[in-house]
């Protein structure tokens, strides 16, 4: 425990396996990078895995100043997991695990869900049992991670002498709160605890103990009376909303009991009853497009080229803000499950063809670092999608569409093939994150309809060719206008198409743009003023959105794709917004049963500070960024108008 006694995991180094045990699996220390941060763990796993099997797996977290090389010793798991099971160990960095602070909770939080990923991806693990069980300090953090991630995330936890305390961001918003009858705010997994009663060590005694495990009662709705369980003299409490186990041992100490791993290979073989659903990996990482759904653009990070200074990258706190965990948080607070996070690509990738991030100091990296860690955060920690989506400029600072340093995509100076291997680059970035979706630009315009439809192909066929199985976003030309889809005024060939054309001839007459997963979905804007570009805050009619998306609807439903909306916005001021939005939510629901309507993301969002303009003011901002920069609360008027329908 931080500021306590130092606690080595050494109780019960010295229990040996049983031969048959220990020789049915094997180990190796794993290294990845994870919120920016090196980190390394032991993985331990059958010599075989017979194929369509779905083996839990199992995190063990060991106590301060130890490391997961100890851990595995002092708490044998595997000698009891005669049903098998995947197992990891991490080391804490420094040898401690960071639970007294929000930015290491939140850091370790990324770090579980993005080794589930990894272990689903390579093995083929049941996400449905997933476990964290931890001693000490590293108890104290699998309770915060139960808490911060749930039971949609972890099915149990073993909790040997940890203890469950709320800590502070930086503004002084706890991570969870104790509510009135005992319990915490946040929805706890089923849990086994196990605890001695001569455990007197500050911060983590027997008497914490009792105290943690009352949490937990009052939490899952307990009703005080208990059965025996696992091993004696462990005992069960009945009637919980998930189980709840309690192993006090008489006569020990902050040690490791010595039925430890049996008890808890009890617990977890027994697959502890599930709670919710899990939203994030129900059913092998589905199609999660297949359900409609409601979120914000999220900003901030988009540029015009220019402030991406090309030689050195851009600039943190001046050319962009340092987004705040806290922003994610208010969005989530609302019920939004989905971010179209914008980034600019010349600040992902400093010349064609190079790599991404740009380079592994600097500038560059510092971006890179900053848009993943909202990313991992948003989708790990809140269970949100993120449609990552790249914003360019032309020379002018405005919306460029498919551009790199104000050269169109398809040209001899920005070639498809450079566009293919940003987008190849980009999906083995993300390809493991079932959460992260990808939109291939913003809104193109001044091009070529044709061009910009065979440059999508090109980048579809290289996302799929890194394994990347996630939903991708195809905008049409046009700024990429609802009303216009089957329009060719924006086309700027001899022979003018429109973007349902491109779509249904991409690959030649009669050829469709096509993905060998039949995941891909038209990506579409409008706003309601007269040239539905957002420059204003004039709503030409309450049924504006409405006749402007049915464009783009009807031709998708006739031909069998499916739509997103990806920017919408108007000005809550305004004399009918509120008359007008109504209409446009009614129009979405009556459609999106259908599955043709895959979802929308409003128009926009982000720091308080950089993004805080409720109206147009040219720029179409419809701000429904928290208020106060201070501690991310406090709605706009627009949040006030449409906060009720995500």
């Not at 909202?374 to 919306?399: L, Q």
């Not at 991409?506 to 050829?511: D, H, T």
Request: glycine share 12%; proline share 5%; with cysteine.
């Amino acid at each position: 425990m931080q500021g306590l006694v130092k606690v080595w995991v050494l109780a019960i180094v010295g229990m040996t396996w049983s031969c048959c045990s220990q020789a049915a699996y094997v180990s190796e220390t794993r290294n990845i990078v994870s919120s920016g941060i090196p980190r390394s763990y032991v993985l331990a796993r059958p010599a075989s895995i017979p194929p369509g099997t779905a083996l839990p797996l199992v995190f063990s977290l060991h106590g301060d100043g130890g490391n997961g090389a100890n851990m595995r010793a002092a708490l044998p798991l595997e000698a009891q997991a005669t049903t098998g099971a995947v197992f990891v160990y991490p080391n804490a960095p420094g040898g401690t695990f960071e639970y007294y602070t929000y930015d290491g909770r939140s850091r370790e939080a990324v770090f579980v869900t993005e080794v589930i990923a990894a272990m689903h991806a390579e093995f083929g693990i049941d996400t449905s049992r997933v476990f964290v069980v931890g001693f000490s300090g590293g108890a104290t953090m699998t309770n915060a991670l139960g808490c911060r991630l749930g039971p949609t995330v972890i099915r149990g936890l073993g909790i040997h002498s940890g203890t469950l305390y709320p800590v502070n961001d930086g503004g002084g918003i706890p991570d969870f709160t104790y509510t009135g009858i005992g319990g915490v705010s946040c929805p706890l997994p089923a849990a086994a605890f196990i605890w001695g009663e001569n455990d007197n060590t500050s911060g983590v005694s027997f008497a914490e103990g009792v105290n943690v495990r009352n949490n937990y009662a009052a939490t899952q709705a307990c009703n005080g009376s208990t059965s025996s369980s696992l091993i004696s003299p462990c005992v069960s409490y009945d009637g919980c909303t998930r189980e709840l186990d309690w192993c006090a041992i008489p006569g020990m100490g902050h040690a490791i009991w010595s039925q430890a791993a049996p008890a808890l290979w009890q617990f977890i073989d027994a697959s502890a009853p599930v709670g919710e659903p899990d939203p994030i990996f129900s059913n092998g990482f589905e199609d999660q497009a297949s359900a409609a759904f409601r979120g914000t653009n999220f900003v901030g990070m988009e540029m015009a080229y220019q402030n991406c200074d090309q030689a050195g990258g851009p600039i943190e706190g001046t050319n962009y803000p340092h987004h705040d965990e806290r922003l994610v948080d208010y969005f989530a607070s609302k019920h939004m499950t989905t971010l179209r996070f914008l980034f600019s690509w010349e600040c992902m990738q400093q010349v064609l063809n190079g790599p991404i991030p740009a380079a592994q100091t600097g500038r560059y990296k510092t971006y890179f670092d900053n848009y993943k860690r909202i990313v991992d955060y948003a989708t790990s920690v809140k269970g949100m999608r993120v449609i990552v989506e790249p914003w360019d400029s032309n020379s002018a600072g405005g919306a460029g569409g498919a551009r790199y340093r104000g050269n169109v995509v398809g040209s001899g100076s920005v070639p498809t093939a450079a566009f293919a291997d940003f987008w190849s680059r980009m999906a083995t970035i993300f390809s493991a994150n079932p959460k992260v979706e990808y939109g291939l630009i913003n809104e193109p315009n001044d091009m070529s309809t044709m061009s910009w439809f065979a440059s999508a192909q090109a980048a579809i066929t290289a996302i799929r060719s890194t394994g990347a199985t996630q939903t991708i976003y195809v905008p049409g030309n046009g700024y990429s206008a609802a009303s216009s889809w089957t329009s060719t005024f924006y086309d700027t060939a001899a022979t003018k198409r429109s973007n349902a054309y491109g779509w249904l001839n991409a690959n030649g007459v009669g050829q469709p743009i096509v993905d060998p997963l039949g995941k891909i979905v038209a990506e579409v804007h409008t706003y309601l003023d007269a040239d539905e570009g957002g420059g204003t805050t004039q709503i030409t009619s309450v049924t504006a959105a409405r006749d402007h998306i049915s464009v783009a609807l009807n031709e998708a439903t006739a031909h069998g794709y499916r739509i997103y909306l990806g920017e919408i916005g108007l000005y809550a001021g305004a004399a009918n917004a509120p008359q007008a939005w109504a209409d446009f939510i009614a129009y979405f629901n009556a459609n999106a049963g259908s599955g043709v309507f895959s979802g929308f993301t409003w128009f926009a969002g982000g720091d308080p500070l950089w993004w805080p303009d409720v109206a147009a003011n040219g720029g179409g901002h419809f701000s429904i960024s928290p208020t106060s920069a201070a501690s991310y609360t406090g709605d706009t008027v627009n949040m006030d108008l449409i906060e009720n329908d995500f």
